[in-house]
């Protein structure tokens, strides 16, 4: 069997509707909407639980959130999976890159790559007394010896405050990604195919793109902020003397602020897009595009303001919709240019690239592979996708919901409330019809549906008729849990 190159592109933090593809009115992705020209855009595409280390562990995993046990965000924790992209594909004699940010534990543990330019972002490498990282080192090398040096922009990690980044470009972060992405094609070994995973990690914050696309944005009139007609508005606080901290969660952000940090994000992106065209350039010079199956995703999204609300953990689609567009070499015969309809989530990655490879798929995966929807094949797929995510910054912000991407039902499993959303009417969830009488025929159908993907959960989140709030929702599922949490276990999300 002819066997593809595989290249996995993964973003951090990026909602599913930044991508021109998706019709936003001002970002500039023609790259990826290039990518999604000469394959698939699927427009319904989900993280089982939005945020960093979970959902990565999905991605790698072809695991569902129950499976992998992982439902809220939970830091140095070691795990060993029972299989893992790079791990099956090396099985199979693939040569086995990793080019970025990983966020897993133990720290430099390779979990089947057979190398790595590894760092998980401008913070570095989280961990007691860790070594200088892959990027901290090449800063070191070009004469920022400090690693803080990374970090004089002043702002915070998970902030949502923005300014254009400090040093040269060719040091930012994303830059410096693609450049070894680049370097590691040029150096590898020819004669076997290669699985690179290109990880960068913007548009997480902080929101620092390079000058001009930051300047780009800030020129524009920029969408506002969806708000709900189900916020309680007069309990968030507003920027100024009443507001926690930079990095709030709920915050009524004044205009200017909220320009000034949307603009940053789509400048980080349109970054991103550029440096990605790069790459795809380099790779059609080298004879390698033709050859080559691409999956690009993100781990979650960022809610960016709306219904006054930051950074991931949220059921929203700002929060829990994410790209994923999916490219076949021609000699693949897939279709080209396809909005495909089916729903998909991040434990679809590893099945769609092993089934790209030939490689079998462990029947420990949750996953499917959508490479039968891009050759057109009639299959039978899910009907929705279940997610969730344990309380984060408040413990009663625990949360599921289930949905096919035209509709969505929300429970919040500590305190009962439920919403209910019509996402082709309403994509940006301002109206919750969830008590609206004309919705109660399908708001009885999607609780059943919740009720039908959890009764087997061991937290008693249901008695099979009827949904029961106040169960234990933590961060692992029962069974699943790792050792007692520390003090070192909590890290920023």
Request: hydrophobic content about 35%.
């Amino acid at each position: 069997m002819r066997k593809p190159n595989l290249l996995l592109i993964v973003t951090d933090q990026q909602r599913g509707d930044c991508l021109s593809v998706a019709g936003h009115p001002n970002l500039a992705t023609p790259n990826l909407d290039r990518l999604a020209g000469e394959g698939a855009y699927f427009p319904h595409a989900y993280t089982e639980v939005p945020s960093c280390i979970p959902a990565r562990r999905i991605l790698m995993t072809g695991l569902n959130q129950a499976s992998s046990g992982m439902v809220g965000m939970s830091g140095f924790r070691d795990w060993d999976p029972p299989q893992t992209i790079p791990g099956e594909l090396s099985k199979a004699g693939y040569q086995t890159h990793l080019v970025g940010k990983l966020h897993l534990y133990p720290l430099r543990k390779r979990y089947g790559f057979h190398s790595m330019t590894h760092s998980d972002g401008p913070l570095g490498n989280l961990g007691p007394m860790e070594p200088l990282d892959a990027y901290h080192r090449f800063l070191q090398r070009n004469g920022h010896a400090d690693p803080e040096r990374a970090l004089a922009h002043g702002l915070d990690v998970n902030g949502w405050v923005a300014r254009p980044w400090h040093l040269e470009e060719r040091l930012h972060f994303t830059t410096w990604c693609v450049d070894e992405a680049i370097d590691y094609l040029q150096r590898r070994d020819p004669t076997q195919p290669f699985f690179l995973k290109l990880s960068i990690f913007a548009p997480h914050p902080p929101l620092i793109p390079p000058q001009s696309y930051y300047d780009r944005y800030m020129q524009m009139d920029l969408p506002p902020a969806a708000v709900g007609d189900w916020v309680d508005e007069e309990s968030i606080p507003r920027t100024g003397p009443d507001m926690p901290s930079t990095a709030s969660w709920r915050v009524r952000m004044d205009p200017a602020t909220l320009k000034r940090c949307r603009a940053a994000y789509y400048g980080l992106i349109n970054h991103i897009d550029d440096q990605l065209g790069r790459l795809q350039q380099y790779m059609r010079r080298a004879g390698l595009w033709n050859d080559t199956f691409v999956v690009m995703t993100s781990d979650h999204g960022e809610m960016l303001g709306d219904h006054h609300l930051y950074r991931k953990c949220w059921p929203y689609e700002a929060s829990s919709r994410v790209p994923f567009l999916v490219r076949a070499p021609k000699w693949m015969e897939c279709k080209q240019g396809l909005k495909a309809d089916p729903v998909v989530g991040l434990q679809d990655v590893l099945p769609t690239l092993l089934d790209a490879a030939g490689v079998p798929i462990p029947n420990t995966v949750d996953g499917r592979s959508v490479l039968p929807v891009l050759r057109g094949e009639k299959v039978k797929w899910r009907e929705y996708i279940h997610c969730e995510h344990a309380g984060q910054y408040e413990y009663r912000d625990g949360v599921m919901w289930v949905t096919d991407g035209k509709e969505k039902f929300v429970w919040y499993t500590q305190r009962g409330e439920e919403q209910f959303f019509d996402l082709e009417k309403d994509p940006n969830e301002c109206r919750n019809l969830v008590n609206v009488p004309r919705s109660a025929e399908r708001v009885a159908l999607w609780r059943g549906r919740m009720i039908d993907a959890i009764k087997a959960r061991p937290e008693g989140f249901t008695d099979g008729k009827r949904l029961i709030a106040g169960r234990p929702h933590k961060h692992y599922v029962p069974g699943k849990e790792p050792p007692p949490v520390t003090e070192k276990d909590v890290v920023p999300v």
